[in-house]
Every structure is written in structure tokens, then in C-alpha cells.
């Protein structure tokens, strides 16, 4: 599964950026995914709909997904300085061949400036 990320790039505080990450792959079924600030959660979301966030960015950022496209969205308002941070797309992916894995993307770079 290979993930691809787009829609980092430099905001005032107070500003908003939506991320992108489309997964794609031959013989994989998409599970659970996330988006994480460095390697720590900000929000995931499974294959059903069900969400979670970390407590840092309830009420600004909001998860998303189309399973057509296996593309996952991060909404982000009300952005802060210390959102700064290399965001990373991360799926959980599962074939016949390979089971269960996962999977990270490349990262996108979030600056909000002050």
C-alpha cells in the first residue's frame, strides 16, 4: 500500500489547511486511518465511520474519508502556532498474501505562524 499526502503548507494562526492522503495498492482491503503530528495521534478513523481524537485538537479538527477512494481528510481550523509539525497519514491495510499491516505515508508540513 502506498500512502500519498497533500495539503500541508504555511498559515496565519487562526487559519485553516485541509490534508489529503489517497492509499493505493492492488489486492488490499483499507482499514482504520490516521493522521498522526510527528508520531503522536491527532485523529483516526475506521473503516465504519467511527473517530478519535486527541484532546488537543477536539472541536478544530475534524477526520474524514472517502472508502470509494481510499482517501482519508483532516480538516483543520482555528489553526495554532504550536500545531507546527511534519503530519503523517497512517492505514492499516489487509491482503490475503500479507495479512495485516501498516502502512505510513511521507509526511506534509504544517507551518502556522503567530
Known amino acids: 500500500v502506498q500512502l500519498v499526502e497533500s495539503g500541508g503548507g504555511v498559515v496565519q494562526a487562526g487559519g485553516s489547511l485541509r490534508l489529503s492522503c489517497a492509499a493505493s495498492?492492488?489486492?488490499?482491503?483499507?482499514?482504520?486511518m490516521g493522521w498522526y503530528k510527528e508520531r503522536e495521534l491527532v485523529a483516526s478513523i475506521t473503516s465504519g465511520g467511527i473517530t478519535n481524537y486527541a484532546g488537543s485538537v477536539k472541536g478544530r479538527f475534524t477526520i474524514s474519508r472517502d472508502n470509494a477512494k481510499n482517501t482519508v481528510y483532516l480538516q483543520m481550523n482555528s489553526l495554532r502556532p504550536e500545531d507546527t509539525a511534519v503530519y503523517y497519514c497512517?492505514?492499516?491495510?489487509?491482503?490475503?498474501?500479507?495479512?495485516?499491516?501498516?502502512?505510513w505515508g511521507q509526511g506534509t508540513q504544517v507551518t502556522v505562524s503567530s
Open positions: 495498492g492492488s489486492g488490499f482491503s483499507i482499514g482504520a
Open positions: 497512517n492505514a492499516w491495510g489487509s491482503s490475503r498474501t500479507w495479512g495485516n499491516q501498516n502502512y
